[in-house]
């Protein structure tokens, strides 16, 4: 089992940009958990997410955030229009079930220039 | 709303000293704490929850809710042990994590 998986690893993109970011859960497990931290931050929770359905988004910003986690494929974290706030580290969590043990990713470091 | 405090950003020991990391909270409710480690060049993991009570790689932690503190310790360092620790707090029953700014530990030779 290869854990979770998050690609790219690093990301550049210029202000106005878009910048997608992926998560793929560990083998077995349907929820999926979006966190951010910013420099000198602890990680931030962003949003939960199980198969087609968003469960919980209390911490994505209201606005050009957005998240989905299809029948197929992995998670997308999806920044339109990215500003240089947005520039942090974003960490994808799985697990098997909502109170079970979250593994993380390893991260994509976003950099918006 | 529920927060996390870790006040030391850095703190370093040499090897086989004690080290305490600090950890405190604030929830109204009953909730579940957690230490989560970072190691160099890997990515964050569990490092142990206070309800299973155990100690995990020479490390414990009591909850303390009178002083809403949950802090890590180990009575002899290794260097080995030099990394990034998170304290997390999640609500009782809920999924989401709150997590501190973190801690470096460096244990020095």
């Known amino acids: 089992n290869a854990g979770v998986m998050q690609n790219p690893r690093h990301l550049v993109r210029r202000r106005g940009q878009e910048a997608r970011l992926r998560c793929s859960p560990m083998?077995?497990?349907?929820?999926v958990y979006w966190y951010r931290q910013l420099p000198e931050e602890g990680l931030k929770f962003m949003v939960y997410?199980?198969?087609?359905?968003?469960?919980?988004e209390s911490g994505m910003p209201k606005e050009r955030f957005s998240a989905e986690f299809p029948k197929e494929g992995p998670s997308i974290l999806r920044i339109q229009q990215v500003v240089r706030g947005d520039s942090a580290a974003y960490f994808c969590a799985s697990s098997q079930g909502p109170q079970e043990t979250q593994y993380f990713g390893p991260g994509t470091r976003l950099l918006v220039l | 709303a529920q927060r996390v405090t870790q006040p030391e950003k850095l703190l370093s020991v040499f090897k086989g000293a004690p080290v305490e990391l600090k950890c405190n909270y604030s929830y109204s409710g009953s909730p579940e704490l957690f230490w989560y480690v970072q190691y160099s060049r890997q990515r964050l993991q569990l490092l142990l929850r206070?309800?299973s009570r155990e100690s995990i790689k020479g490390f414990t932690a009591d909850l303390n809710k009178g002083e809403t503190s949950f802090h890590l310790k180990k009575p002899f360092a290794q260097e080995e042990d030099s990394a990034m620790y998170y304290c997390?707090?999640?609500?009782?029953?809920?999924?989401?994590?709150?997590f501190g700014p973190g801690t470096r530990l460096s244990v020095l030779p």
């Open positions: 083998k077995g497990h349907s929820h």
């Open positions: 206070h309800i």
């Open positions: 997410l199980q198969k087609e359905n968003i469960i919980d």
């Open positions: 997390a707090l999640k609500e009782g029953g809920g999924q989401n994590f709150v």
